[in-house]
C-alpha cells in the first residue's frame, strides 16, 4: 500500500530540494556586504515617502485589470497563426469576429476615459 505513494513522496521531495536547494547555496556561497544603500527601502527609483497602507486610486487597478485581459486575449493570436493552414477560411473568420469583439472592447473602454491618467 505505501509503495503507491513512494512517487508521490519522491516528487514532493525533489520539489522542496528544487525550491529551498538554491537559497541554501546562495545564501552560504554568495557574499555577505551589507551597506545602507542596499538596505534601504526601494520603490519606482526613489525612497518610499508615504505609509505602505496607503490607498491606490481604482484607475490604477482598473489599468492593471485591462492589461491582463488583453493581454491575455491577445495570447490566442499564437495558437491561431500557427494552426492557420489546418482551421481554413472559418478559422479566419472566428478570429476576425474575436479581434472586432477585442477593438471594440478596447474603444470602448478608451472612450470611457479608463485609459486616461490623470
Not at 487597478?61 to 490566442?76: G, H, P, R, S
Amino acid at each position: 500500500m505505501l509503495e503507491n505513494y513512494l512517487p508521490v513522496l519522491l516528487f514532493v521531495l525533489v520539489g522542496i530540494a528544487v525550491g529551498i536547494g538554491p537559497m541554501l547555496i546562495g545564501k552560504l556561497l554568495g557574499p555577505t556586504r551589507p551597506d545602507p544603500e542596499k538596505l534601504s527601502p526601494y520603490e519606482c527609483g526613489f525612497e518610499a515617502f508615504e505609509d505602505a497602507r496607503m490607498r491606490f486610486d481604482v484607475r490604477y487597478y482598473l489599468v492593471a485589470i485591462l492589461f491582463i485581459l488583453f493581454d491575455l486575449e491577445i495570447a490566442f493570436l499564437f495558437p491561431w497563426a500557427v494552426s492557420i493552414d489546418a482551421i481554413g477560411f472559418f478559422g479566419f473568420v472566428s478570429m476576425m469576429i474575436f479581434l472586432a469583439i477585442l477593438v471594440v472592447g478596447f474603444l470602448f473602454e478608451w472612450k470611457r476615459g479608463a485609459l486616461d491618467w490623470e
